[in-house]
């Protein structure tokens, strides 16, 4: 398996970035659900701070996405029954994901200030809230948060939906290729 894209598909590195940003990602979003059911509320419960981990790691693996793919070309599109407007739909799709990635964490963070809280970066050091809003501030950041973390989490269900759809209705290479073992 090669380390690079080809003209026709995903390499491993872009390949392992992509899957562990969606287990990432739909990690986040259930312990976000969930995370006050996981030994208590409060601004240091268990779930709370796992879930702020695994929404940091989120930009993490973003970052390192963002830099691998400077040097990395993404491939030519698949040729398929849709045409280009569906080529077109796709380079879309994929972008508004892209900024979904930074807004969705992003605005967690202004959450956490906005209720004053300090940040804990990976359980290695914290950084204090720059911020004393009040009340009233912090519901609309954390409302603004949970709209983010929506939109990302629907559009990559239609996004994966898209590439099943590839697969096994229309039968071409799409999914094949950002999968081990194609190239
Ligand atoms: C892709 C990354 C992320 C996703 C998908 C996500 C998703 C969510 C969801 C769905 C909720 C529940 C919203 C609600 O019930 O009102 C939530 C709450 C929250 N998120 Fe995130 N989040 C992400 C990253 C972050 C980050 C990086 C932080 C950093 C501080 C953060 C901080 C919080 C906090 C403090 C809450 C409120 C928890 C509570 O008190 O119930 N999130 N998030
Ligand atoms: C949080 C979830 C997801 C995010 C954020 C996401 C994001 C992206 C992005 C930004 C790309 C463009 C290529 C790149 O930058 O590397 C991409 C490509 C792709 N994704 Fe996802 N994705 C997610 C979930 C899924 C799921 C669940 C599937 C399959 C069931 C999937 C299948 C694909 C395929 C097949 C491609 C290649 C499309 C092409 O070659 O045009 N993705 N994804």
Redesign the pocket.
Known sequence: MHMRNSSRGYGAVAQILHWLTVV??AS??I???I??DLGG?G?RAPG?LA??F???A??AVLAIRLLWRLQDPKPKPEPTALGPWADRLASLTHYLLLVL?VL???S??A??FA?G?V?PIFGLFEIASPMSGGRATARSV??A??AM??A??FLALAHGAAALVHHWLLGDRTLKRMLPGDR
């Open positions: 990432l990602v986040a979003w312990l976000g659900q995370g006050e509320d601004p709370i879930h702020i695994v929404g940091l989120v930009l990635l969705a964490p992003l967690g963070v959450f956490r209720s809280e940040l954390k409302e948060h949970e973390a929506n990302l989490f």
